[in-house]
């Protein structure tokens, strides 16, 4: 499923214009990145599932075409734990 398909979806089962469902998911992305932007960097949906930022250390490895080893740098990573509920349904 891809995000036109979610929009159609959301549109349908909320009985409201594609346009308003699409302003709906954008919001919804765009609170989940403003949350994990913030320094303790979580976002809970009970029954859902859990969004967190994670701080991946630098780290050594190695080039696979030439065998040459390289620096990677430090980063931040999003990790996603599902709820109970999706768990269950899946």
């Not at 549109?11 to 765009?30: C, M, R």
């Not at 065998?67 to 980063?75: L, Q």
Request: proline share 3%.
């Amino acid at each position: 499923m891809n995000k036109p398909e979610v929009i159609d979806r959301m549109a349908k089962e909320a009985g409201i214009t594609k346009t308003q469902a699409a302003t709906a998911l954008s919001s919804f992305i765009g609170s989940v990145k403003t949350a994990l932007k913030k320094k303790d960097g979580k976002l809970t949906l009970v029954g859902f599932g859990t969004f967190s930022k994670v701080r991946r250390k630098a780290r050594k490895g190695r080039n696979p075409q030439t065998g040459e080893a390289i620096k990677i740098k430090a980063t931040n990573a999003v990790k996603f734990k599902p709820g109970k509920g999706l768990r269950e349904s899946v």
